[in-house]
């Protein structure tokens, strides 16, 4: 990831809350050519910068050949357009604000056990944030429990790499800062109120 000095983080906690907040990850696999796939991921403790776990349908080609090979993660946490008219400084250019998150490590496949457990933590990962009862695998009859577990392959990845990119305008003046903020927040739409609610907390 291309990291200019303003916008580095390697704050493992910070890197860590940008990933429970925006599980699904792009996935990366290099083998004859780049291989991309697509999941919700489980973030778990061990290891220095954690080790994540997900699933992909066995169909998917990146499932016969992720098992001890690396693979590379891509988190997009918010992001919006900056227009230069917002800016009070004149002569700039027009730019894109947002979070990204990188990690990658060596794949390890999941045995039947640890898969069914891995889509028990899913579940209730998400389901612990919505408004009402949650949902859980046991409402699922066994036998399609197993049909579904056969149409699956499960991965963890310790962590041994973890970066991120916060481009929030750090590298502008106040007042230019202040004027995307603020504008961003007059868009009025989900995703530039969250890079403004990010700029205002990363003053």
């Given at each position: 990831m291309y990291r200019p000095a303003a916008f580095v983080v390697d704050d493992v906690a910070a890197l860590h809350a940008v990933i429970r907040a925006r599980v699904f990850a792009t996935i990366a696999?290099?083998?004859?050519?780049?291989?991309?796939?697509?999941?919700?991921v489980v973030l778990d403790m061990p290891g220095n910068f954690g080790t994540l776990r997900f699933h992909l349908a066995r169909a998917n080609p990146v499932c016969a050949l992720a098992?001890?090979?690396?693979?590379?993660?891509?988190?997009?946490?918010?992001?919006?357009?900056?227009?230069?008219?917002?800016?009070?400084?004149?002569?700039?250019?027009?730019t894109w604000n947002y979070i990204a998150v990188e990690a990658s490590g060596i794949a390890r496949k999941l045995d039947r056990e640890e898969l069914r457990q891995l889509l028990i933590d899913?579940?209730?990962?998400?389901?612990?944030?919505?408004?009402?009862?949650?949902?859980?695998?046991?409402?699922?009859?066994?036998?399609?429990?197993?049909?579904?577990?056969?149409?699956?392959?499960?991965?963890?990845?310790p962590l041994d790499a973890l970066q991120g990119k916060f481009k929030l305008s750090q590298d502008k003046k106040p007042a230019d800062i202040a004027g995307v903020i603020a504008a961003l927040e007059a868009r009025g739409d989900a995703a530039s109120r969250a890079v403004a609610d990010a700029m205002r907390k990363s003053r």
């Open positions: 696999l290099a083998h004859d050519g780049v291989h991309f796939a697509y999941a919700p098992d001890g090979r690396p693979l590379s993660f891509s988190f997009i946490a918010v992001d919006a357009y900056v227009s230069p008219g917002w800016y009070e400084t004149a002569g700039l250019v027009p899913l579940s209730a990962q998400e389901e612990e944030k919505l408004s009402k009862k949650p949902w859980t695998l046991d409402k699922v009859p066994e036998a399609r429990i197993e049909a579904l577990l056969n149409g699956i392959e499960g991965f963890s990845v």
